[in-house]
Nanobody
Framework: QVQLVELGGGLVQAGGFLRLSCEAS????????LGWFRQAPGKEREFVAA????????RYADSVKGRFTISRENAQNTVFLQMNGLKVEDTAVYYC???????????????WGQGTQVTVSS
């Protein structure tokens, strides 16, 4: 079992930055790939970024490439999402997930956090 708790959401002006973190419980954290998804009002949940269990492989949605960076610190059982150059369209509830690579990227993980709100104002 893995339990995930997201932290770090908030209100920021366009062009600003936020750093989200997702803390995990469970001894199998290091074996899991990790990812971030987001869901804006009235829209489906969409993939944002993912990182492999070793941290050697990452993937990003085209909409965030060059602005967002995913990283993990296994000693702290934590995955991070550094978000720079935020845009109004980045406003959403952000969720982290855990599992094997395909389920994480595909959004079919069994393990999800409760979400954290990110609001970007113009």
């Amino acid at each position: 079992q893995v339990q995930l708790v997201e932290l770090g959401g908030g209100l920021v002006q366009a062009g600003g930055f936020l750093r989200l973190s997702c803390e995990a419980s469970g001894r199998t954290f290091r074996s899991h790939s990790l990812g971030w998804f987001r869901q804006a009002p009235g829209k489906e949940r969409e993939f944002v970024a993912a990182i492999s269990s070793s941290g050697s492989t990452t993937r990003y949605a085209d909409s965030v490439k060059g602005r967002f960076t995913i990283s993990r610190e296994n000693a702290q059982n934590t995955v991070f999402l550094q978000m720079n150059g935020l845009k109004v369209e980045d406003t959403a509830v952000y969720y982290c997930n855990a599992g094997d690579w395909r389920t994480v990227v595909g959004g079919r993980s069994n393990y999800w956090g409760q979400g954290t709100q990110v609001t970007v104002s113009s």
